[in-house]
């Protein structure tokens, strides 16, 4: 194997980072030894995973050094100021008799804390990263929690802004004289309902509210009809959810004339005539 394809193999990678077994170890060791280029290259692999772990990580704590170095104090208590490699004799192998001796004493020792030291900064790398990743990640469901917040606060003043503008116009509307006032009593036995027709006949303006009556079931609507001439004319029909509210509606068609004002239950969209067993409300003629 030449050095290019050594270096490439990425043995060397996997010694700098303790991922070999104490046999590869070894055997890269003896390689070391033979060729000084593997020796730059390792020297250049640990220096640039240090300065990309120290890179992305945070500044350890005061202590941690010590700690560290205690922790790798037992293995120094090994004789390893001089670790040698003996090559099996063989065809090829190198002369026995070149002393190959690795000096490492202090070397290894500082091999050792730069090893513990590019591991402890990656992993707070690896750490402060994910730290940082939870934080975003809850900042962003706060801020989007106080969005939805915000918005229903939005549609709430909206709402309400638009129940003084109705409420302020029905006041107005009830003070005209000129507006009269018609209640439509049930005609239905044993059930009490009640509706209100406003009415400005100069004007051919009306409102109608029906809060005395109860909600149509699905597919059903109220209808409002007045007589004119002893005839049911249909002027309008009656949103669902107004049912039971103190809601009041303007009629879009005007009524210049009328004897008097029914309501009655029909078919979603209305009928060209009102069906009589369903008229549940009318006023006077």
């Known amino acids: 194997m030449t050095t290019k394809e050594y270096i490439e193999s990425g043995n060397l990678e996997a010694f700098v980072l303790g991922a070999l077994t104490p046999q590869e170890e070894a055997q890269v060791l003896a390689d070391i030894a033979e060729n000084p280029e593997l020796a730059k290259e390792v020297a250049a692999i640990e220096e640039a995973l240090l300065n990309y772990a120290i ?19 037992p293995v120094e208590k090994v004789n390893r100021n001089n670790i040698s490699f003996q090559a099996t004799p063989n065809a090829g192998a190198p002369d026995p008799s070149v002393n190959r001796t690795i000096p490492l004493g202090a070397p290894l020792r500082n091999t050792q804390w730069r090893y513990a030291a590019i591991w402890v900064a990656l992993v707070g790398s690896v750490a402060m990263n994910g730290i940082f990743w939870v934080q975003n990640s809850k900042q962003k469901q706060q801020f989007e929690t106080q969005a939805v917040a915000l918005n229903s606060i939005v549609e709430e003043q909206k709402a309400l802004a638009q129940t003084v503008v109705k409420y302020k116009q029905n006041a107005d509307m009830m003070a005209d004289t000129a507006m009269q006032t018609i209640v439509m009593h049930t005609i239905v036995k044993g059930h009490p309902m009640a509706a209100t027709v406003y009415w400005k006949k100069e004007k051919g303006e009306a409102y109608v509210m029906i809060e005395g009556l109860p909600k149509p079931p699905k597919g059903m609507q109220y209808q409002l009809w007045v007589m004119q001439e002893g005839k049911p004319v249909g002027i309008g029909m009656m949103p669902v959810e107004m049912a039971g509210t103190a809601s009041i509606q303007k009629i879009d068609r005007p009524v210049m004339s009328g004897d008097a004002f029914a309501i009655s239950l029909e078919k979603e969209g209305g009928s060209l005539t009102p069906t009589a067993e369903n008229i549940y409300v009318m006023s006077k003629s």
């Open 55 to 73: 890179a992305g990580s945070m500044t350890p704590p005061e202590d941690l050094k010590e700690k560290i170095w205690d922790s790798l104090q």
